[in-house]
């Protein structure tokens, strides 16, 4: 099957600490005015991406997986991941704080969850002024003090904050405890797994009165309670070019600024391609078809590829490979 560069219908999630920007920033399909996240791509159970550009259209990415894995994915992705889609990718636009929270590691993951870990990065895409984020703690701190500090509700105490502004990128391993502040617009990547430590929610309460559920107790065992300064991105920005960001087990980002077209061979790259388009706009071509991109939204161009032609007058693309 010739595999052309496809695109997916985001799916959608109103979350109680969500806004506007995806409709009015990023043009996203949206009546409501507390829509959180647009998930881009996904594989997880329940909200399986469905294509939506080309004579595929309405395909599941799921059926794609199955009928043409190796084609999609990649020799190497299949033989690790096997027919699930090893990768998550959203915009996520808060207008209120998110929750405190943290992710497990593989291993607890999968011993608790039978769920893979969730390591992330963020590419901050648009932020109001004073912005922050919450990443980590202030301190090295003991578990007893963390425990005390729920108790007594004096966690942020214990919290770094960071001012952000667009371009700004981190990557979150798990364990880190974090939140995305208020009026932050962003594009994540992140391990395929939905499994997610709530420690503190300022109190918030739903539309019908309750408050939502706290995972204090799972959290404890899988937080990194050191102070670590390892989480702030530090990459170049040469246009033209392909700027390395992040480079980890689960998956590999770079940063382009294109002024002209680019070619790249995929020839050798036994990896999918995923561009996220965060500024301006291209046409992406492999061997098989052409899709227009413009910012807000993705493509995935499959590992039968053997070239991307990218033609852009300004854009701004994250690209994503395992």
Aim: proline share 3%.
């Amino acid at each position: 099957m010739n595999l052309y560069p496809l695109k997916f219908k985001p799916i959608l999630k109103e979350r109680l600490w969500g806004g506007t920007k995806l409709k009015e920033v990023l043009n996203k399909p949206i009546d409501s005015d507390i829509t959180g996240e647009s998930w881009e791509l996904s594989g997880v159970a329940g909200d399986i991406s469905e294509i939506s550009n080309g004579n595929l259209e309405g395909t599941s990415l799921q059926e794609l997986m199955d009928s043409q894995g190796e084609a999609l994915l990649g020799k190497s992705v299949v033989e690790r991941f096997g027919k699930e889609f090893p990768i998550l990718i959203k915009f996520i636009d808060a207008k209120q704080d998110l929750s405190i929270q943290l992710h497990p590691n593989d291993e607890l993951a999968k011993k608790r969850h039978n769920s893979f870990g969730k390591t992330e990065m963020w590419y901050i895409m648009d932020a109001d002024p004073g912005a922050k984020l919450i990443v980590g703690f202030n301190k090295d701190v003991e578990k007893q003090e963390y425990v005390k500090s729920i108790e007594d509700g004096t966690l942020t105490d214990l919290m770094n904050y960071e001012e952000v502004s667009e371009g700004d990128t981190f990557f979150i391993n798990t364990g880190k405890i974090h939140a995305i502040g208020a009026g932050v617009l962003l594009a994540e990547i992140q391990q395929t797994s939905d499994i997610t430590y709530r420690v503190f929610d300022f109190n918030r309460k739903d539309k019908d009165g309750n408050l939502r559920e706290l995972h204090t107790g799972l959290a404890v065992d899988a937080i990194d309670y050191k102070k670590k300064d390892d989480f702030k991105v530090d990459y170049p920005k040469n246009k033209g070019e392909t700027n390395p960001m992040v480079d980890c087990p689960y998956f590999k980002t770079n940063f382009l600024e294109l002024i002209q077209p680019l070619k790249q061979n995929l020839s050798e790259r036994d990896s999918f391609t995923i561009y996220m388009c965060v500024g301006g706009g291209a046409t992406i071509t492999n061997d098989w078809g052409s899709t227009e991109i413009r910012k807000g939204e993705t493509v995935l161009v499959p590992a039968s590829s053997t070239y991307v032609d990218i033609s852009a007058q300004k854009a701004k693309l994250l690209e994503v490979t395992i």
